[in-house]
Structure formats: structure tokens, C-alpha cells
């Protein structure tokens, strides 16, 4: 057989996977921020996460689901608000129901991934200034105590916190998330505070046991220079170095970059904390030198018109390009910096009439493959998401789901991706190289 008729197979105890967070899915999560942000009519078209898709209720249907379609892992995250709902007073019927979660998983042969922290703050925190204030890292390592002692047992991979740069940026410098500030001097503090809660809570969990391991998860948003002018290029790497290898650097030295707001630069626990990197991978965009319109720093970022493009972006406000080079472009890089084992923590897309999800998938699984063979150390990928949820500021408008979810309904059905996702996965392979399901 030539090589290009054979099967693409990956490596045995390769995790495939969905990724949720407790805000998206869970329903009735009064207690935090967004909730409150919501209530103030700031999503779009006035959406709610309301019910969301009813998890705190109930979770064995979609469970079922993930297992049914050859999932053998899933990323989910915890609700601090939940867990603490009040400062210093922890809920033991919340942690016992997370537990209870984690027990159907297994039950499923589903391997648990936990992430701690998902963009939601409890409002005590929120009320006392969120990740701006300086105790908030202490305050998350105490959180993470809690969480390590009720459901230690029942969980080895830990995501300390989901996407600082993205929660930092859309938070405290576009004005987009609660609480809507527009100051990029503080998305940096925020996010060199994130990183300070990063080391805080994988010292807590490492304390446990080596049977642990530890992630920080990171959005790694790929900037391309609009022209080959200087002065686009050298704009294009003020944004790669801000959103990502500002990142990159904290974790490998253990130092925070000075664009992380002076004061105190090493980080204690910060070098050791992390023992896998998460990867979350959507997209890039364009990077023009400073326009009418600046984004951020001196510069302004588009998608040009003549790509491909998610339903994602149609706002002009958020990027689309579905461009799988850019996964293998992120793992190298990652790899070759850090050397950490990696998990593909989040990539995916939104596609409501599922033209693009199927394709989608094979491009970027065939780039994972590609890093494979060339001997990066990828351990798993787990798709956004397993059903449409609650896409935050776009509200119910984005649908990323293997499944359809009808939120008034409560209906699901399953898009033809996932039912390809689910061949992929009980395969442990991608099909054979064609041009159709090839190339990226
Ligand atoms: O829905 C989000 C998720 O919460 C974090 N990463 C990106 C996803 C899609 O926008």
C-alpha cells in the first residue's frame, strides 16, 4: 500500500476529547460577573446564559453523548462562584455535585480534564477589583486548596486558567467582557496577575502528588503583518510579543516581562508550574501600523476579504480565517520553546450549517498529525465544543457544537462533523491523505 492510501494513525492513549466551560453549559449561574453582565442587557441582542444547556441539572445525556461518538476525555471547567460562593465559606454540595460529574465521566471511560478558572469571578471577588487586585492570586490558590482536597481523587490533568489573554484583553482593554474598562495598561496586570495565580495554584497542586499534572491554557492567536513594510511587521510582533510570547517567556524563565506592570518580576513557583501547555487555536488575523481605527497598541487587525471565514468575524469585531497552517505554525513554536508536552486544550469553529466544521476538522487534525511525525510531543485535542453553548458576548448567536443544542427546546442533534469526529476518534487515525482531507 502507498503511503497516502494508509490510515494516519496517532499515538496509543491519545486523548480525544470536547471542551465546555461551567458558564456555558451549566445554567443558572447567578453568582458571577458575567450572570450580573448579562442582566444589564450587554450581550448581544440582550441573550442569557439562563438554563444554558442545563448541566448543573443534569449531565449524563450529553455524557452519554461524548461517549457514544468515541470520546475517551473531556475538558470541563469549575465554578469558583459555585464553590465559594461567599469569601472564606465553601459549598460542600457543589463540590460533591462536581464530583458526582467526575464520577459519570469515569464511569464512561472519559478521561477528566479540569479547569479552575473559565473568565467567570465570583461577584465578592468582582466587588474587590477581580485579578487587578494583588491578593487575587493568594485568593485562587486558597480556592484551588479546596478543590484539590474534595476532588484530588478523581482528577490527574489540571488547566489552572483558561486563556488569560483573551480574559485580560476583552475585559480591561477593548471593553467588550465585564466590566468593560478600556485600558490596555490594565489587561496587563491583569494578565502578569493571572500568571502570579497560575504559579499559585499549580504549587497547591503539585503538593498533592507528582500523579498530578499541570497546565496553564493559552489562546495562541496568530499575527500575520498586513505588507511587508517595517513598519507592519514591527507592529504585527508588538502584538505577538504582548498576547504571546510575553506568555511563552513568563512560563520558560519564571520572570514577568516589565509589560506586565513593574514591581516584583520573578514570580515564586512560576519556573516549575507548568508541566503541559494548553493550546487553544482559532485563528489569526492581520496587523496594519496604527490607523484611524487602532485595536490596540498602534495598530489595527483585520481579516482580508478574500479568505476563508467561520461565521465567526461578520460583526468586525472578531477574526474568522479558518487557517490550519496556523496549529502546526503554534505547536512547533511551542514546542521548540518550552518543550513541554502539549494538549490541545480548544480549537474549533463556529458553523451553524455545519458547511465547514467537517473539512475544518480534517485540516487541523492532519496538521496535529503532521507536528506528531515530526516529533512534537502532542498528547490530545479536544474539540470547542461538544454542544453549542453560551458563546459569551455573541450570547447564542456563534454555534460551535458537535452537537446543534436548541436552547429553547432543549433539543440536540448531531452535525454530520461530529459523527466524522467520532470515526476519527474510535479510529485513533485520520483517513487516508487525500487532497480533500489532507492538505492544510
Ligand atoms: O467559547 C470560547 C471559550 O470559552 C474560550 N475559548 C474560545 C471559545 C470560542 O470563542
Known amino acids: 500500500m502507498r503511503p497516502e492510501q494508509q490510515q494516519r494513525t496517532f499515538p496509543d492513549g491519545f486523548l480525544w476529547g470536547t471542551a465546555t466551560s461551567a458558564h456555558q453549559v451549566e445554567g443558572q449561574n447567578t453568582n458571577n460577573q458575567w450572570w450580573a453582565w448579562e442582566q444589564q442587557g450587554r450581550v448581544y441582542q440582550g441573550d442569557s446564559s439562563g438554563d444554558a ?16 461518538l468515541g470520546q475517551n476525555a473531556h475538558r470541563m471547567s469549575l465554578e469558583w462562584s459555585r464553590i465559594e460562593p461567599v469569601e472564606g465559606q465553601f459549598d460542600a454540595v457543589a463540590l460533591a455535585r462536581y464530583r458526582a460529574i467526575l464520577e459519570h465521566m469515569h464511569q464512561r471511560g472519559i478521561t ?10 465570583p461577584l465578592w471577588l468582582e466587588a474587590q477589583g477581580g485579578w487587578l487586585h494583588p491578593a487575587t492570586p493568594q485568593r485562587f490558590a486558597r480556592y484551588t486548596e479546596q478543590v484539590i482536597a474534595a476532588l484530588g481523587d478523581c482528577c490527574q490533568l489540571w488547566c489552572t486558567i483558561n486563556e488569560p ?5 476583552l475585559s480591561y482593554a477593548a471593553g467588550w467582557w465585564p466590566p468593560g474598562r478600556r485600558q ?34 493559552h489562546n495562541l492567536h496568530i499575527y500575520e503583518p498586513a505588507t511587508l513594510l517595517p513598519q507592519d511587521i514591527l507592529t504585527a510582533r508588538l502584538f505577538d510579543y504582548t498576547n504571546n510570547q510575553a506568555i511563552l517567556n513568563a512560563l520558560t524563565t519564571g520572570r514577568l516581562s516589565p509589560v506586565f506592570g513593574l514591581g516584583q518580576r520573578t514570580v515564586p513557583g512560576l519556573r516549575d508550574a507548568t508541566d503541559f501547555f494548553g493550546l487553544n487555536y482559532y485563528t489569526r488575523s492581520h496587523v496594519r501600523f496604527f490607523s ?18 467561520s461565521d465567526m468575524g461578520a460583526d468586525g469585531k ?8 496556523g496549529l502546526y505554525q503554534a505547536l512547533e513554536r511551542i514546542y521548540q520553546q518550552t518543550g513541554l508536552p502539549i494538549y490541545i486544550t480548544e480549537t474549533g469553529l463556529p458553523d451553524d450549517d455545519d458547511d465547514q466544521r467537517p473539512r475544518f476538522l480534517l485540516r487541523h487534525l492532519s496538521a496535529v498529525h503532521r507536528a506528531l511525525q515530526r ?11 461538544l454542544l453549542d453553548n453560551f458563546e459569551w458576548a455573541h450570547g447564542w448567536h456563534l454555534r460551535f457544537g458537535l452537537y446543534a443544542f436548541d436552547e429553547r427546546t432543549g433539543e440536540r442533534r448531531l452535525r454530520p462533523s461530529g459523527a466524522l469526529y467520532a470515526i476519527i476518534a474510535r479510529a485513533n487515525a485520520l483517513p487516508a491523505l487525500t487532497r480533500e482531507t489532507g492538505g492544510f
Not at 497547591?204 to 507528582?210: D, E, L, M, P, W
Request: charged share 15%; hydrophobic share 45%.
Open 112 to 121: 477528566p480534564m479540569l479547569t479552575l478558572h473559565h473568565f467567570t469571578n
Open 184 to 217: 490596555p495598561r490594565l489587561a496587563l496586570l491583569v494578565a502578569g496577575n493571572m500568571l502570579r495565580g497560575h504559579a499559585a495554584a499549580a504549587t497547591v497542586i503539585h503538593r498533592a502528588g507528582s500523579q498530578h499534572q499541570v497546565g496553564l491554557v
Open 53 to 68: 444547556c442545563g448541566w448543573w441539572r443534569d449531565v449524563a445525556g450529553d455524557l452519554d453523548r461524548a461517549a457514544a
Open 318 to 325: 472578531t477574526y474568522g480565517e479558518i487557517y490550519p497552517a
Open 165 to 169: 489573554s483573551i480574559y485580560a484583553g
Open 375 to 385: 516529533g512534537i510531543d502532542v498528547r490530545g485535542v479536544f474539540i470547542w465544543s
Open 292 to 309: 484611524r481605527s487602532p485595536t490596540w497598541i498602534l495598530g489595527h487587525e483585520f481579516t482580508p476579504t478574500d479568505v476563508e471565514q
